[in-house]
DNA sequence: TCCTTCTATGCAACTCGTTGCATAGACAAG
DNA sequence: CTTGTCTATGCAACGAGTTGCATAGAAGGA
């Protein structure tokens, strides 16, 4: 149920609506932790009847009124016990790498223009790190370290940044060795 | 629905049971796909009422009678569709790093013991990845490179290598950022 | 005026995945 | 001869996550 800790990380670090949240959660957030709008909403509902949360409404102008989440005092309770509770570490599931083992049982050279697809994905998640981390950590006009949330943001952007160079990385190599094969012909 | 063909490749590599499967799924393929048992039995029950694996009882000694399910031409087939059809780039879900943020709402410095929990686990990944790479692929008992699937799985295998060097190397950043925190006191 | 886009929220149905439990044969240790 | 471990399969219940659909206010362009 780590979603409702990835909501309340989010919240204390600034309240916001729903929307804003699935919008967090598919950019900046995105190289952590991914969620849709109607699970957020769904579990945002729960987390106010559990009291972890609270709502509030507000009324904008030029744009529908939103409904604004904050954490209570049991809600940063209940994110302090995960906290302290140790955690499996994570496993993969990579959709690209079981395509890759069975293009042996298919055509490996056809899998070029999916990988390199991706591989530009990969490079525009990057660049789009790299801008980040400029503006809000490194950059002239970024604001010097003050606190220890900024530097536990800084080193998960980090973290970010090198699973996409190593991806991107590995992907090159996969795309060698796909050249490779297509050059020993399809029946070797 | 990427079970099925994970499952497809594995018994495309080489037939076997829903229980050897379950530890191929923990064991070699887990840098690329995790499953439990469970999953797995529903599944294959699944895929051989469509008619996309055979069942073939096989009577053992010295340990329980088995199931030894293999792919149909059918099964085959749907591979091969899903091979050809695009997919999304993956997106990650690290608790981890959600605590890691999450940190800055409790001690920072209580976590140390937890990622460096973390890190002891890759390194042993690691290490596996590159005994089994020793044995199958680059010492000098593993057999000559000859078909394609062999050169696919280690291409694969590469990638789960750089995928535990690059995250212990990040924890090796987060550990010295957290070092930092606290001795720059919990007041900073 | 109508159409599209962006903001904003939500229901219903479904599939995927996890957890707990249960069974059972074979072997080894005590 | 009981207990524990490894092999081997499976059900039932639940929770997590996805997909499709629906609504609605406000802005801007055709």
Same mark, same amino acid.
């Given at each position: 149920?780590?979603?409702? *800790? &990835?909501? #309340?990380?989010?919240? #204390? ?5 729903? $929307? ?5 959660? =598919? ?9 849709? *709008?109607?699970?957020? $909403?769904? /579990?945002?509902?729960?987390? /106010? ?9 507000v009324e904008q102008q030029g744009r529908p009124d939103k409904k604004e989440y ?6 940063? &309770?209940? @994110?302090?016990?995960? #906290? *302290?509770?140790?955690?499996? !570490? =994570?496993?993969?599931?990579?959709? @690209? ?6 293009? +042996?049982?298919?055509? !490996?050279?056809?899998?070029? &223009? ?14 789009? $790190?790299?801008?980040? =981390? #400029?503006?809000?950590?490194?950059? !002239?006009?970024? !604001? ?6 900024? =530097?536990?943001?800084? /080193? ?6 090198? $699973? ?11 795309? +060698?060795?796909? *050249? ?7 029946? &070797?």
């Amino acid at each position: 149920m780590a979603l409702d *800790h &990835a909501i #309340l990380v989010s919240l #204390l670090e600034r309240p916001g609506s729903g $929307y804003e949240l699935a919008r967090r959660f =598919e950019r900046s957030i995105g190289h952590f932790w991914t969620a849709t *709008h109607q699970q957020i $909403y769904r /579990v945002l509902g729960r987390m /106010v009847t559990d009291g972890l949360l609270l709502v509030r409404e507000v009324e904008q102008q030029g744009r529908p009124d939103k409904k604004e989440y904050s954490v209570t005092g049991p809600g940063r &309770a209940a @994110l302090a016990v995960w #906290l *302290h509770k140790p955690i499996e !570490p =994570e496993s993969l599931r990579h959709d @690209l790498a079981v395509k890759i083992r069975g293009a +042996a049982f298919d055509d !490996p050279a056809a899998l070029i &223009a999916e990988v390199e697809r991706h591989r530009q994905v990969h490079r525009d998640r990057l660049a789009h $790190y790299l801008a980040g =981390e #400029l503006r809000d950590f490194t950059g !002239p006009d970024a !604001p010097a370290p003050q606190d220890a949330g900024q =530097e536990l943001q800084h /080193v998960v952007l980090r973290g970010g940044i090198a $699973y996409e160079r190593m991806t991107i990385a590995w992907l090159d190599d996969v795309l +060698a060795t796909l *050249h490779r094969l297509e050059a020993a012909g399809p029946g &070797a």
